[in-house]
């Protein structure tokens, strides 16, 4: 099993959509959950850290799920902004070791 | 802040060439990651330091890669010999303390190995 998953998409939908993806991970002792955002060709840029109880941030909901082990981002009232590849991230959970990316999941948004 | 600042943007050389791309860090952070971006595989993290101390090199491919921090503000990557597979881009990045907080990117280096 690989350690993040992400259904790669593409996800495409009309503006005021509603579109949630998830991300598996197969660490059980991960502590640490965010959601990237890349624009092409640009750098990964944090959209929004994870936390246990669930968080939201304008349009933007991340859940966490960790008896089945998975996080999810909901985003409300879709933009053509949000036209983006979303990266889930999740720390491995060994001392000393570094985040781990999932593949991503592109969306894309059209009027 | 000026932010993750990699330099070139773009490099393009030939099959066995060496190649070293350069990264300043944001100023006050700990931590710096080097990592590569491929459509087959994702990001990738190669390796990362802390406090300019290589913590975590396993993403390293193989000899032909190697990773250096002099200083605090300052990290080299370098391949040689390059191959064709070492087309990707490079991102670097750094947090402010330890591995498992919010990275910093940079715009990344587009390496082309023909």
């Known amino acids: 099993r690989k350690e993040v998953e992400q259904d790669p998409g593409p996800f495409n939908v009309p503006e005021g959509a509603t579109v949630a993806f998830n991300c598996t991970y197969s660490n059980s002792a991960s502590q640490s959950f965010f959601w990237y955002r890349q624009d092409c060709r640009k750098e990964p840029k944090l959209l929004m850290s994870v936390y246990s109880s669930g968080n939201e941030d304008g349009r933007f909901t991340a859940q966490l799920n960790r008896a089945s082990q998975y996080i999810s981002l909901l985003i409300r009232d879709s933009k053509l902004s949000d036209s983006a590849t979303y990266l889930c991230v999740v720390d491995a959970n060994q001392a000393g070791t570094a985040l781990i990316f999932g593949k991503g999941t592109t969306l894309s948004v059209s009027s | 802040d000026a932010g993750v600042i990699q330099s070139p943007r773009h490099e393009v050389t030939e099959m066995g060439q060496e190649v070293t791309l350069r990264c300043k860090p944001i100023?006050?952070?700990?931590?710096l990651f080097w990592y590569r971006q491929t459509m087959m595989r994702g990001l990738e993290l190669l390796i990362y330091?802390?406090?300019?101390?290589?913590?975590?090199d396993s993403g390293m491919p193989e000899d032909r890669f190697s990773a250096k921090m002099p200083n605090a503000s300052f990290s080299t990557l370098k391949i040689q010999p390059s191959e064709p597979r070492d087309s990707a881009v490079y991102f670097c990045a750094s947090s402010e303390q330890g591995p498992g907080e919010k990275l910093f990117f940079g715009s990344g280096t587009q390496l082309s190995v023909l």
């Open positions: 100023s006050g952070h700990n931590s």
């Open positions: 330091f802390n406090n300019n101390v290589p913590i975590d």
